[in-house]
């Protein structure tokens, strides 16, 4: 293949193919690792010639670059980081490299932390839904209500839904959130005679 091929004239890296068949490169000097990143960028920009055709393959390939190894402990830290920043990666198919540094590691452990206060949010019955009244202009008085999710840490501190939201969403979680707040919504048109405040609906949000 043309491309192992290339990737084999790589001066001073030392390369592995991971489980996942993908290239790692690893690179001793900082001068050398700049100077072959850009010299990849440019040769995958000029197509790879396919060995069974005249066929010139032209691939938009996705970099994960880590400029100090130091940024995990150990090996199993450095595979975990790789693997999240390339599913993080290709979120945005605009930007295809990622940085893994000190930043972004602290990025990932945030949302690992907020993934452990969503879920325990959950399991403790600390998922709320508030009520935002909805104007009809047309009437002239409030004819309805959003119901917007909140969930709380354990000390009791409401936790904005543009942190927990973005984590439900990406852990699979979304869609049991969802199916609490449907829960709790029933569960106040059920007990709680609305109408009686003029509410003829209720919007299912966030």
Do not use: W
Request: charged share 35%.
């Amino acid at each position: 293949c043309e491309i192992v091929n290339y990737i084999r004239t790589i001066p001073k890296a030392k390369i592995f193919k991971t489980d996942e068949k993908e290239f790692a490169l690893i690179f001793n000097e900082s001068d050398a690792y700049e100077n072959a990143f850009g010299q990849i960028k440019d040769r995958f920009k000029q197509g790879f010639k396919d060995a069974n055709s005249d066929t010139v393959l032209y691939l938009n390939p996705y970099y994960v670059v880590v400029p100090d190894a130091a940024v995990a402990k150990k090996a199993d830290d450095m595979f975990e980081m790789l693997k999240y920043s390339r599913a993080h990666c290709k979120d945005d198919t605009e930007k295809r490299t990622i940085m893994v540094d000190v930043e972004a590691v602290e990025v990932k452990h945030q949302k690992e932390k907020m993934l452990e206060v969503l879920l325990e949010a959950m399991d403790d019955d600390r998922v709320e839904v508030f009520y935002q009244p909805i104007f009809c202009t047309e009437k002239h008085r409030f004819t309805a209500a959003e119901a917007l999710v909140r969930i709380r840490d354990r000390d009791g501190k409401i936790i904005p839904p543009g942190i927990f939201i973005p984590v439900a969403e990406k852990s699979g979680k979304i869609i049991e959130l969802g199916n609490e707040v449907f829960k709790q919504v029933c569960r106040l048109i059920d007990e709680d005679e609305i109408e009686q405040y003029g509410i003829e609906y209720i919007v299912m949000d966030e």
